[in-house]
Structure formats: structure tokens, C-alpha cells
């Protein structure tokens, strides 16, 4: 019987409902399956046959000891899922600016500072009147802020929820009407797709900030151009989240997620069989 622990945190350490149906499919396949904080004891890792890092929602408020953590589970016995090293270069989100050098299609990007003066010097580099900057250590949008080139002070509060460097981006407005779009795949295979649409007069998405989310179905090259964003990983991930946001323009890359991603299955009932059966595989 193998024995699957799914990597909670410390906050939150039981099963998250996008997760509960995987956890069923996988016990109907012969799994006993458990979850254990990744902020925790060591010791249900340690014996896991599989270790599937599933909600370590908190893991950007400890950043130093999450890395450490995911080099312990280097040296596990099980299979871990992601692989630690993916994980690892995944976990600051310069990794965008490694993926655009590979040919992803990000929105112009600038790596800045934590001051107001880097964050206006980045704008006027880009050429923007208005920009979101986003933490490279973070997640969930946490720390994310609009600034506006001719307000001071809206670019000194974004210095000021920065804790480490920043990226710098135009605001994408067709988030406020088209939505981003979240493509699922498991093992390199597309499972499901919804879209995620901010509330009235905001541009986060998640549903902490009001966002909602539903199915969508992708056309042929929507989805030929997120399943292309794999190709372009240091490594290859056994599960792994898309975002994008389809601009009539072009398709622009907003994250590649391989640590805990919200998946989605619960707007797709056949989604935690087909994880389940990947996994138990592994």
C-alpha cells in the first residue's frame, strides 16, 4: 500500500478542498493518504512513499526555511512531486525572467529595487504611466500593487509592501474583462482549463479577493501556446499550473506554478481521477 502525503503548512495544515477529491481517488486506487505541514515534523516525509507538495500556502512569509525544507526532501527516499530542484527555481518569481529569455511571451519586465526610486526609474525605462509590481518572493497576489507614473505616493506604497526586489510590469487591462486563464497538465498532458475574473474595478483574480472563476474550453492554438510554456522548464514537471491572459494582441504569460497551485478540479470531476492515476504510477 503506498503510503502519499500531501505538503500542507502550519496555518492551514488539513486537506484544501481542491485537494479532498484527489485524496479520495487516490485512497479508491489502495493509497492511505495524509496530510502533514511542510512547517511541521519532518518525520511523515520522511517515511512517505510519495510526497505531493499540494498547499504550503505560507511558504513566502518563511522563504529561507521553505528552501531548506525543499532541500531536506532531496534527500528523502519516496518520490517527491515536484521535483525539489524545480521547486526551488520556481519559488522566486525571477523565474519569469528566465522563461522570457527562453522565449515565453511575458509582458515587457523589469527587475526592481525595493525603493520608489528604482520602482519610478524601472516605469520610466518601460515607459509606462502605469504599472503593477509584483514581489519575486510571494504568492496568492500578496504584496502586489498598481502604481501610476504621475502619483508619488502610490509608487512609494508600492515600495513599501515590497520586502525584496520586484518585478515591474505594464497592467495588463484585459484582465478586467477577459480574465487570466488557468491551464492544468499533468505529466506534460492537458487535464482542464478555467478563467479567473476580478470583481468590479479590481485586477486580482483569486477568489480571497473576490474574484470568481468557471470551465472554459481553450481553442486549438490557446492551448498549443500553454502546453508550449512546459517546453521551456528547466526541467519537466509532473504537475504544473498555466496562467495566461489571451490579449486579442498575443497570449501573454503571467506565471508557470509547480508548487502548490490551485488546481481546479472541482470545476472538473474527471481531473482528480487522472491526477490520481498519474500519481499512482509514479
Known amino acids: 500500500m503506498k503510503k502519499v502525503v500531501f505538503a500542507t503548512c502550519r496555518s492551514m495544515p488539513g486537506f484544501?478542498?481542491?485537494?479532498?477529491?484527489?485524496?479520495?481517488a487516490l485512497e479508491a486506487r489502495g493509497c492511505t493518504v495524509a496530510p502533514a505541514a511542510w512547517n511541521g515534523p519532518f518525520e511523515p516525509f520522511a517515511s512517505a512513499d510519495l510526497i505531493v507538495v499540494r498547499s504550503t500556502w505560507d511558504y513566502f512569509d518563511e522563504a529561507e526555511a521553505f528552501d531548506a525544507w525543499l532541500q531536506r526532501l532531496k534527500t528523502?527516499?519516496?518520490?517527491?512531486?515536484?521535483?525539489?530542484?524545480?521547486?526551488?527555481?520556481?519559488?522566486n518569481k525571477k523565474y519569469l525572467l528566465d522563461l522570457a529569455a527562453r522565449g515565453a511571451p511575458l509582458p515587457d519586465t523589469l527587475l526592481s529595487q525595493p525603493n520608489a526610486a528604482a520602482l519610478t526609474a524601472a516605469m520610466d525605462d518601460l515607459s509606462l504611466q502605469e504599472a503593477v509590481v509584483k514581489p519575486v518572493i510571494g504568492a496568492g497576489a500578496s504584496g502586489l500593487t498598481i502604481m501610476q507614473r504621475n502619483d508619488k505616493s502610490s509608487i512609494e506604497r508600492a515600495a513599501a509592501a515590497l520586502q525584496h526586489e520586484g518585478l515591474v510590469q505594464p497592467l495588463i487591462p484585459e484582465i478586467r474583462t477577459l480574465g487570466e486563464t488557468s491551464c492544468t497538465f499533468f505529466h506534460g498532458?492537458?487535464?482542464?482549463?478555467?478563467?479567473?475574473?476580478?470583481?468590479?474595478?479590481?485586477?486580482?483574480?483569486?477568489?480571497e479577493h473576490g474574484g470568481r472563476t468557471e470551465p472554459v474550453t481553450l481553442t486549438p492554438p490557446q492551448l498549443a501556446t500553454a502546453r508550449s510554456m512546459l517546453d521551456l522548464l528547466p526541467e519537466p514537471a509532473l504537475f504544473a499550473r498555466v496562467d495566461m491572459v489571451f490579449t486579442k494582441a498575443a497570449p501573454l504569460l503571467m506565471e508557470v506554478e509547480v508548487i502548490e497551485p490551485e488546481l481546479f478540479v472541482l470545476h472538473d470531476p474527471t481531473a482528480p481521477n487522472r491526477f490520481a492515476d498519474l500519481l499512482t504510477n509514479l
Open 76 to 91: 528523502v527516499a519516496g518520490v517527491v512531486c515536484n521535483a525539489p530542484s524545480l521547486m526551488l527555481w520556481n519559488s
Open 189 to 207: 498532458q492537458f487535464s482542464h482549463a478555467v478563467v479567473k475574473r476580478p470583481k468590479t474595478n479590481s485586477i486580482l483574480v483569486q477568489a
Open 16 to 24: 484544501q478542498p481542491d485537494d479532498a477529491p484527489i485524496a479520495v
